[in-house]
């Protein structure tokens, strides 16, 4: 007796309805530089006109186990806009403006209605990055993933002229960091928050008094891209450094963009820390410095100005719609010293 594919669990015929359903999605985010159109074994982007000496930044990212929220409560129309972000939000730190954006999609049997749902998450993303969504993978894997299940992870490309690489190299002791506030927890520390919050939907779906929300709602809310904002602010101001507070949050990242006998103090008064970090605190019983390490609390990139740049760097800042403090200064020494 003849066995088919579709007999294996892959069925191609969903592979092709998933595609039509995505085809808006990604049309959505073509900007002058595709080339081509969606179905092709590469994806084709001509290079930006008029730069001297380009340099290409990539990056890629995923979203870990948030996913396992999305999953759970049903809701699948954010999680893409977070494998955008932790991609775009890294490159524009290099003062890279996103070109493009690939996307993997992995499930153990395909939903071409679930898939074409975070497509469309994927397609904001894009949109609120000017990155243009120009191709991806979608992996059918039957008896790899549990019912119901999939991974997302995505990477993005940029340019930047070569001679106006944003890498930390002129920072000095005295310079100041401005600090953009978060959208909540953004995509990391989740192996934590779900220890901390559960997976119980029944009870994430009730509001919470200290939360002031559900905690689903603040769970999935999707990460912040930063990069429009960035990129206005790089034009107006001389930005020594850039960085993306993601996993290992203040104490691994912010050293980061320091060169060799920098460190920082960082005023832990100078914003209201969101309550989610404060609850989830709380509930780990655990020491600032081990939250400051695992979390962004509340702050998802921080620039480093020269001080006479302050007040210009935060006008600018908020005439795109951001919310920034000045969050402390860099010193001599090394790594972060919370006050």
Do not use: W
Request: aromatic share 8%.
């Amino acid at each position: 007796m003849a066995i088919s594919y579709k007999d294996s669990g892959v069925d191609v015929e969903r592979g092709y309805k998933a595609v039509q359903l995505m085809k808006e999605h990604v049309k959505s985010t073509y900007t002058s530089g595709v080339l081509g159109d969606l179905g092709s074994f590469g994806g084709f982007f001509k290079m930006p006109e008029g730069m001297k000496e380009p340099v290409l930044v990539a990056g890629t990212d995923g979203v870990g186990t948030k996913l396992k929220y999305a999953i759970i409560s049903d809701k699948h129309d954010t999680i893409g806009i977070d494998a955008v972000a932790m991609c775009v939000n890294d490159i524009v730190c290099q003062g890279a403006k996103p070109l493009f954006f690939l996307d993997y999609f992995a499930t153990g049997s395909l939903s071409p209605e679930k898939v074409s749902t975070v497509v469309s998450g994927i397609a904001e993303g894009c949109r609120q990055s000017g990155a243009a969504l120009i191709g991806g993978e979608t992996a059918e894997m039957p008896g790899f993933y549990p019912e119901g299940e999939y991974d997302i992870a995505g990477f993005a490309v940029g340019a930047v002229e070569k001679s106006k690489i944003i890498n930390g190299a002129n920072i000095k002791a005295g310079d100041v960091l401005i600090g953009l506030k978060s959208s909540g927890i953004h995509s990391n520390g989740y192996s934590l928050v779900r220890k901390l919050f559960g997976e119980d939907i029944s009870a994430l779906d009730k509001f919470d008094s200290e939360l002031n929300a559900k905690p689903i709602d603040v769970l999935l809310t999707p990460t912040r891209i930063y990069v429009k904002s960035i990129l206005a602010l790089i034009e107006k101001v001389n930005v020594k450094g850039i960085a993306h507070i993601t996993g290992g949050g203040f104490f691994e990242n912010i050293p980061r963009i320091f060169p060799e006998g920098i460190g920082c103090e960082i005023d832990k008064n100078s914003y209201e820390i969101p309550a989610v970090f404060k609850v989830m605190q709380k509930r780990a019983g655990i020491t600032d410095a081990q939250i400051y390490n695992t979390f962004n609390m509340g702050i998802g990139m921080v620039v480093c100005v020269d001080e006479k740049d302050v007040k210009a760097t935060i006008a600018q800042l908020e005439s795109t719609g951001e919310k920034c403090v000045v969050l402390g200064k860099t010193v001599k020494g090394s790594g972060v010293k919370l006050l």
